[in-house]
């Protein structure tokens, strides 16, 4: 029995890796192109082995060379469908994961499920979630790129690139004095309700609003808050940055955090005011774990997480302005070469 040869090994590697029709034309070909440099090598002076060695180590991996004979691509992707890919992924991760990240706990609090199992399935249900939304639409790009022939989906034009603009020069000031309104209305709400409120004790006292326990530490808590928004927004000038909006961020966490926490623990609201109006499904939807509580407290940090995206977002936005300003007094001063324009044109 003849022991097979380093060549007859590599032709039979690579005959199994193309459809039955094209082994023998494949096995050929490969034959004869790994005879012509196995002879050119022994012709330089090699010895046989090692002539055979070099010129199997040249042509590579067989399955790749393979794949190349075939024009077989060897990636899920091509680099025309790629940055669409990347697009599409990015958007869809900023807005159904963000959703579901809500969503999904507010239901698991309203089953009134324990606080342990709502993190570990919301863990859980998250980690599936990113797992799919890859998988997905990785498969359906896979199967267009392989449909197309690696064409794009759409031709580009010099219609799509962006558009390169100067950056404002005070963009900030609008964002500065909504908010400073915003801080003062709000300290205005904390210090000033107590005066707007209806009902009296058998003492003549009004009646509070909220619960005197927790109301003790939370009105200071807040006002103390609104004194480092008021310095922050004084202190933001010319444009947003990425470390203002990630102030904005910690000050909007930190705004949020106890009074979705009162809400939903039934810390919040007094409840002989709540008695004193006459509503009497109060008890079970306002309580710990109660339908409306848990929705106000998702609705505050929901609303509060409106800030830092928008603060994100403007900053993302300045930081492309001033990077297309550069661009574009990088190229003001560059010396037009066409014909009829002179050497010193601008």
Same mark, same amino acid.
């Given at each position: 029995m003849t022991t097979p040869t380093l060549t007859d090994r590599y032709l039979h590697a690579a005959a199994r890796g193309a459809p039955e029709s094209q082994r023998d034309s494949l096995r050929r070909e490969l034959a004869e192109?790994?005879?012509?440099?196995?002879?050119?090598?022994?012709?330089?002076?090699?010895?046989?082995?090692?002539?055979?060695?070099?010129?199997l180590v040249e042509l590579g991996d067989p399955d790749v060379l393979v794949a190349t004979y075939l024009d077989r691509p060897q990636y899920l992707i091509g680099p025309r469908l790629f940055p669409v890919w990347k697009r599409i992924l990015r958007v869809l991760a900023l807005t159904v994961i963000p959703v579901v990240a809500l969503a999904f706990p507010f239901a698991q609090v309203l089953a009134q499920k324990p606080i342990g199992e709502i993190i570990g399935s919301t863990v859980v249900v998250l980690i599936a979630l990113c797992v799919h939304l890859v998988f997905w639409v990785t498969l359906v790009f896979a199967v267009l790129d392989r449909a197309l022939g690696g064409k794009p989906i759409m031709e580009w034009t010099p219609d799509s690139l962006p558009v390169v603009t100067e950056p404002p020069g005070d963009d900030t000031r609008g964002d500065v004095v909504l908010n400073l309104a915003f801080v003062a209305l709000?300290?205005?709400?904390? @210090? =000033?309700?107590?005066?707007? !409120?209806?009902? /009296?004790?058998?003492?003549?006292?009004?009646?509070?609003?909220?619960q005197p326990d927790t109301w003790a530490w939370l009105q200071?808590?807040?006002?103390?808050?609104?004194?480092?928004? @008021? =310095?922050?927004?004084?202190? !933001?000038?010319? /444009?947003?940055?990425?470390g203002f909006a990630a102030g904005s961020a910690v000050l909007s966490l930190a705004f949020a955090i106890p009074l979705a926490w009162a809400l939903a623990d039934d810390r919040l609201f007094n409840h002989e005011f709540l008695a004193r109006t006459g509503w009497d499904e109060w008890p079970e939807i306002l309580s710990a774990g109660g339908g409306l509580a848990v929705t106000l407290a998702f609705l505050v940090v929901a609303v509060s997480a409106v800030w830092p995206i928008d603060g994100f977002l403007k900053a993302r936005r300045a930081a492309a302005s001033r990077a297309g300003a550069s661009v574009h007094q990088g190229t003001a001063g560059q010396v037009d070469h066409r014909p009829g324009h002179g050497a010193g044109t601008v």
């Open positions: 192109r790994i005879g012509d440099d196995v002879d050119a090598r022994i012709d330089a002076g090699a010895n046989p082995a090692d002539a055979e060695r070099l010129a709000f300290a205005l709400g904390i @210090l =000033g309700h107590p005066v707007l !409120l209806p009902f /009296r004790d058998a003492e003549g006292e009004k009646t509070p609003l909220f200071w808590y807040l006002i103390a808050l609104l004194v480092l928004e @008021l =310095g922050f927004w004084i202190r !933001l000038r010319g /444009r947003w940055s990425y």
